[in-house]
């Protein structure tokens, strides 16, 4: 089945260390987005790739960063996690021209 | 005042009722409306979409937009206890590529 897929599912980084997620498709969209969910909250766009174009929200913290190689995989990194980046971070794909995005199942940051 | 305001609930209904889950939202740039299904600790998954205003049915589920109430709701018909997660609406302006969320309605279907 076509996917989204993201690695890992669960993630434990110490205050201050760099810590990096990964995420991965099948569908073959030239749009990968990263949402980052604190619990009960909506999820909130940091920055999407269209095509190896890089977009980032105007909010988004210095401390993230983001690769997209290729077509199939992005990455997020984060440079010095803080307590206040304990969430679930979640990978979207879209196709240009469409409006629908598809989630992976996230991955869960802790940081002690 | 947040763009897109949705009740948190929880909202808890037996087995077999309607549910009615809403949202507003402020901007009236919104022209592309979604509702997600998030399962606990899992990422969300779509469940409808909707273009302007209007309604549309999968199913059991039914979406409907009405822009001059600045309104979206979603109908879920003979509800099951599978059913019970947090369910998110979606908005997106024509021409840009970022979805404004709700916060989420959690929803717990009784057996």
């Known amino acids: 089945d076509a996917m989204v897929i993201q690695n890992p599912r669960y993630q434990v980084t110490q205050f201050g260390k760099p810590v990096t997620l990964s995420c991965s498709q099948t569908?073959?969209?030239?749009?990968m987005y990263w949402y980052q969910q604190k619990s009960s909250q909506a999820p909130k766009l940091l920055f999407h790739?269209?095509?190896?174009?890089?977009?980032n929200e105007a909010d988004t913290p210095d401390n993230f960063q983001s690769r997209r190689p290729n077509t199939s995989f992005c990455f997020l990194d984060i440079r010095s996690p803080g307590l206040g980046d304990a969430a679930m971070y979640l990978c979207?794909?879209?196709?240009?021209?469409?409006?629908?995005?598809?989630f992976g199942p996230g991955t869960r940051l802790l940081v002690l | 005042q947040k763009e897109v305001e949705q009740d948190p609930g929880p909202l808890s209904v037996p087995e077999g009722a309607i549910v009615s889950l809403n949202c507003t939202y402020s901007?009236?740039?919104?022209?592309?409306f979604m509702w997600y299904r998030q399962y606990s600790r899992k990422g969300p998954e779509l469940l409808m979409y909707?273009?302007?205003?209007g309604n549309k049915e999968d199913g059991r589920f039914t979406a409907q937009v009405d822009k001059s109430s600045k309104y979206i709701s979603l109908f879920i018909r003979d509800s099951q206890p599978s059913d019970s997660a947090t369910y998110l609406c979606?908005?997106?302006?024509?021409?840009?590529?970022?979805?404004?969320f709700g916060s989420g309605t959690r929803l717990q279907v009784q057996p």
């Open positions: 979207a794909t879209g196709q240009g021209g469409q409006e629908t995005q598809y």
């Open positions: 569908l073959n969209h030239n749009v």
């Open positions: 790739y269209y095509d190896k174009d890089f977009n």
């Open positions: 901007n009236s740039a919104f022209q592309y």
């Open positions: 909707t273009y302007s205003s």
């Open positions: 979606a908005m997106k302006e024509g021409g840009r590529r970022a979805l404004t």
